[in-house]
């Protein structure tokens, strides 16, 4: 399970643990995972996903830009000792003590999508100083879930994971032999909604097969058991 490591001039903050199939969101708003309070980092700043056996950190298109190893990028697969800067803070990426760290060739691990030279980071530094405001348009999104069948109504999705499946702990109860017991969940995320595959048979969205995380759109139609359901998003 990798550490990260938070940072602000080298003063230690907090470590933070990211597990295998989790997620985490970056940035100044409070439903952040790690919040970072600086008017240099965006309310939706960066995010780190669990993927196969590895991490990606993607920048959430953020005003100021997300650097690994003093290198603009847009994703980057994260390896063990990797410097994450965000504004004037510091994330150390690192492997715990003993445990298997993934090979850096599987995949695409040992490439990255830069954008610019560090250049641009000095650039940055420069005309970003401590407590610098930035211009943020926030948008309100709120999606919801309308039976089309197997159910009534309307159901908001305002919970970070909302559970979906035939056991009778999950928020959305779905009938079927083969439904898992938890067979997808939809999580809410500062760049939107996402349907994530996890065990049973697999769901539908609009009439495809699903086996793996995919974002939601306006009017998905998503078909898990006895269940049909209408994807609806909302923006202010």
């Not at 550490?3 to 199939?21: A, H, P, S």
């Not at 290198?71 to 994330?91: C, F, P, Q, R």
Request: charged fraction near 25%; hydrophobic fraction near 35%; charge should be neutral.
């Amino acid at each position: 399970m990798p550490v990260l490591t938070l940072k602000f001039k080298n003063e230690f903050i907090k470590d933070y643990r990211l597990g295998k199939g989790q997620s985490m969101t970056i940035g100044r708003r409070n439903d952040s995972n790690m919040i970072i309070e600086n008017l240099a980092v965006s309310g939706s700043h960066a995010k780190i996903d669990s993927v196969g056996d590895g991490f990606v950190l993607t920048d959430l298109q953020s005003k100021n830009g997300s650097f690994v190893n003093d290198e603009l990028i847009a994703s980057h697969w994260l390896k063990n000792g990797d410097v994450i800067t965000i504004g004037k803070h510091t994330i150390l990426f690192n492997y715990t003590g003993g445990e298997e760290i993934p090979d850096e060739k599987i995949g695409d691990m040992n490439q990255t999508m830069a954008l610019r030279s560090d250049k641009y980071k000095e650039m940055i530094a420069k005309n970003v100083p401590d407590g610098a405001e930035e211009i943020i348009s926030e948008k309100s999104v709120a999606g919801s879930l309308s039976f089309l069948s197997g159910g009534e109504g309307e159901i908001a999705l305002d919970k970070k994971i909302t559970k979906i499946g035939k056991a009778s702990t999950c928020d959305i109860v779905a009938k079927g032999f083969s439904v898992g017991k938890v067979s997808a969940t939809i999580s809410k995320r500062p760049d939107g909604y996402f349907f994530n595959y996890v065990e049973g048979s697999k769901p539908k969205i609009n009439g495809k097969a699903i086996d793996q995380s995919v974002k939601l759109n306006d009017f998905d139609v998503i078909e898990i058991g006895s269940i049909k359901v209408n994807f609806v998003v909302k923006e202010s």
